[in-house]
Nanobody, 121 residues
Framework: QVQLVESGGGLVQPGGSLRLSCAAS????????MGWYRQAPGKQRDLVAA???????NYANSVKGRFTISRDNARNTVYLQMNSLKPEDTAVYYC???????????????WGQGTQVTVSS
């Protein structure tokens, strides 16, 4: 079974920074894309940033220039460095990974439990 464990959320003032981490563990063969999504109260879950195993990156327009996604393939870990945080960044942030558990099979989507990020003065 594959597990994704997130860390690094918390309360920060506007303009501040946070770094989220997400480590995948368990019985897996390979991880394709990894990414971060967020969901604010009463809103849908939206993509924040994603990175493929070969380093291709995609950002939501709202975070371009402020957030940086990176990945350590050896540790099956993805990071999200968030700078210049705004109150509208407040949400639960979820890690996602497209994991191939068995060679030659289609990858499955796995999710972390979510970590709260609150930007407030």
């Amino acid at each position: 079974q594959v597990q994704l464990v997130e860390s690094g959320g918390g309360l920060v003032q506007p303009g501040g920074s946070l770094r989220l981490s997400c480590a995948a563990s368990g019985s897996l063969f390979s991880i394709n894309a990894m990414g971060w999504y967020r969901q604010a109260p009463g809103k849908q879950r939206d993509l924040v940033a994603a990175i493929t195993s070969d380093g291709r990156i995609n950002y939501a327009n709202s975070v371009k220039g402020r957030f940086t996604i990176s990945r350590d393939n050896a540790r099956n870990t993805v990071y999200l460095q968030m700078n210049s945080l705004k109150p509208e960044d407040t949400a639960v942030y979820y890690c996602s990974a497209l994991v191939q558990v068995v060679p030659g099979t289609f990858p499955d989507d796995y999710w972390g439990q979510g970590t709260q990020v609150t930007v407030s003065s």
